[in-house]
């Protein structure tokens, strides 16, 4: 249960409006047209491409900011500053002291504590879902912004609730100029070259690089940002390594035919390339292969937190009779299935069922019987009871 902070506009669940649903965005052009057009390339504003977006509202919101597991942060500041930043865990108190204005909170994949909101991410199918981050929201005063920035990620920016003022300027780098502000990386100048006020439903597409900055017009500003992972090589490296290295026993470099050096003082050409061959050698594909399906399919946080409104989810669409957990990755690799960075081998008959599964997030009762096998369902059981799904 999330603590009430009266400071915050609070609206319970009996106030939502009758057509209460769950969050949804439809695209206004095809996928192909848009993936063509606009995909890492051009930013594209979409009017009323979002809906359903009443929940979670300012004061849950502040609750979850405050829970030791969720990461947030409060960014006050304006114009050209000063700006400060306060990360979590935050006091209870912190909303007191902010004022009426010009502040702004960020809760970091706010998908993962509450599934609810993850369901959004079914209407980004034209996109493969190991690419999805995850989604952060704000909750933004009058005046209210993070400053002029980039992200180095794709993003789309989803008004919920009060505008937003938005100027976009031009595809910038780590090169770019900086304000003296390290921990938000503020740019020092940002050119506007487009302007959009968005109002409750509207979507800003912002591919990478593309230098922004929102400015809540008025209290009340909640703007979901849906965030697409952009894997880091270095970091896939890494993992790639360790993996293998976990497979490999240790070898060491061996020269029992070597002839007399010429001379003591360099790296012979032989020698260099036998060093190379050997840790090469220790790359094993089928641990490759297990490095990557692991890495893309572990959540950015660890262990299932809170538990899912089933009660919530049914009333805004009773055709729903399962969901998956908002933490939950499940990646399919032939035969085997990834759950949150761990590998299930699936019988033949398990296979549809983990397929259905994999693609999205709820799921139909027709959807299901359609799949359901004695093995599949003893599968499904054992993923319900561990909370990776979960029945309504």
Known sequence: DHRDLHSFPTRRSSDLPATAQLPSFTLPLTPAAFLREYWQKRPLFMPGAASGLDQPDANTLAGLALEESVEARVITGAGNGPWSVLQSPLDDNVFETLGEKNWTLLVQSVDHFLTETSLLLDDFAFLPNWRVEDIMISYAAKGGSVGPHFDRYDVFLIQASGSRRWQI???????????????????AQMPVREEFIAQPGDVLYLPPGVAHHGVAEDSDCITWSVGFRAPDYQMLMAEIAGECLAESDSKLFTDPDRGITTDPSIL????????????????????????????????????????????????????????????????????????????????????????????????????????MTPTARELLHEWIEQGYFSPL
């Open 169 to 187: 300027g031009d595809v910038c780098d780590e090169s770019s100029p900086r304000q003296a502000t390290d921990e938000l990386k503020l740019l």
């Open 268 to 371: 012979a050409d032989t020698d260099r390339q036998q060093l190379v061959r050997g840790a090469l050698d220790l790359l094993h594909p089928e641990a490759i292969e297990r490095a990557i399906y692991r890495w893309l399919s572990t959540p950015r946080l660890e262990g299932l937190e809170f538990a899912v409104d089933e009660h919530h989810i049914r009333e805004r669409d009773s055709d729903v009779s399962l969901v998956r957990h908002g933490s939950v990755r499940l990646l399919m690799q032939g035969k085997l299935a990834w759950l949150n960075g761990e590998a299930h081998t699936l019988t033949e008959q398990q296979q549809p069922l983990v397929q259905l599964l994999a693609s999205k997030r709820r799921y139909q009762k027709r959807e299901l019987d359609a799949v």
